[in-house]
């Protein structure tokens, strides 16, 4: 079955403010798309949209081809977590399932087998109103387990997560990608999606800025930079310059070079006379690239320390 999910031209204002101002991809089965974006870029709205939980003003959202409230079963097509706060603080975390496998007309053994999958047989017949913000996190992705849908959803999943659970949560992300499900991801840990997202899906101000492979944006946002360290900068960036290079001062006794491959940069650097102890290819990170592609969509922004200090 085809359970891409397809968001097609989406409006939502609340009040006086645009949520979503035509956002519109298509998330693809079999790899994890990350889904990333400044405060207030809509992606909890989109989300909320494609589970039913808002109406949009306008556009369509659909997972394998249908409307998510039209299903009779929900949890059998889409499981998401979109807040770890949800269950009611006085059930038990296997009450808490009970009640949503009921719902779905599933099995006490399934309720077991997702506890167990998320770490939390142990405490199962604790009550979720004593549980640290991580473990509300492992209960929220049981239940959205629960139904062994090929679709998920996760809105910040990492939140409160400790470095195992960190672990933990990128091989279960990726596991269920090559088992052939679509898997949706909103998350501000860029050094997370760096190493797991196949698939980007950069949004600002309600609208999709970006659909790329975290490869490409990675490659694009390097843009074949080399840096060097050497004792004499100022000659250095001379003969570097001289040889069609756009040299950047990065820090003591450190040169970036743009439109120079490294292996020009040493013959250059060599024929000048000009010592150095290391010359580098530079790796981007997505936290930069994102911020270079979100930069004019930043809606809260604070002032740089040094303004705040004075």
Do not use: C
């Not at 006490?108 to 997702?114: A, K, S, T």
């Not at 899906?201 to 843009?223: F, H, Q």
């Amino acid at each position: 079955m085809d359970t891409k999910i397809e968001v097609d031209g989406l409006h939502k204002r609340f009040g006086g403010k645009t949520a979503l101002d035509g956002m519109t991809f298509t998330v693809a089965p079999g790899r994890v798309t990350g889904f990333v974006g400044p405060n207030g870029a809509g992606k909890s709205t989109t989300m909320r949209v494609i589970l039913g939980l808002d109406a949009p003003d306008a556009g369509t959202a659909l997972v394998g081809g249908r409307r998510y409230p039209s299903v009779p079963q929900p949890l059998r097509l889409v499981g998401s977590l979109l807040d770890a706060a949800a269950p009611q603080p006085g059930r038990t975390a296997r009450n808490h399932l009970l009640w949503l496998a009921h719902s779905q007309g599933l099995g006490v053994r399934r309720v077991d087998e997702v506890l167990d999958v998320v770490g939390l047989a142990s405490v199962a017949r604790r009550k979720a109103g004593g549980f640290s913000l991580g473990m509300r996190q492992r209960l929220g992705i049981a239940a959205a387990l629960l139904g062994d849908p090929p679709a998920l959803m996760f809105d910040e999943p990492f939140n409160g997560m400790d470095p195992e659970g960190i672990v933990w949560m990128r091989g279960l992300l990726r596991a269920l990608a090559a088992q052939g499900r679509t898997v949706l991801v909103s998350s501000h840990l860029m050094s997370e999606l760096q190493d797991m997202a196949d698939q980007l899906l950069v949004v600002g101000r309600g609208k999709l800025i970006a659909d790329t492979s975290t490869a490409a944006l990675l490659a694009a946002a390097a843009g074949d930079r080399v840096r060097v360290r050497t004792s004499a900068a100022a000659a250095a960036a001379a003969a570097l310059d001289r040889a069609g290079g756009d040299v950047t001062p990065a820090g003591h006794e450190a040169l970036t070079i743009a439109g120079l491959p490294a292996s020009e940069v040493v013959a250059v650097l060599n024929a000048a006379g000009v010592p150095f102890t290391e010359v580098a290819t530079e790796q981007a990170s997505l936290e930069r690239a994102y911020l270079e592609l979100t930069r004019e969509t930043v809606e809260y922004a604070g002032r740089p320390t040094h303004e705040a200090a004075r």
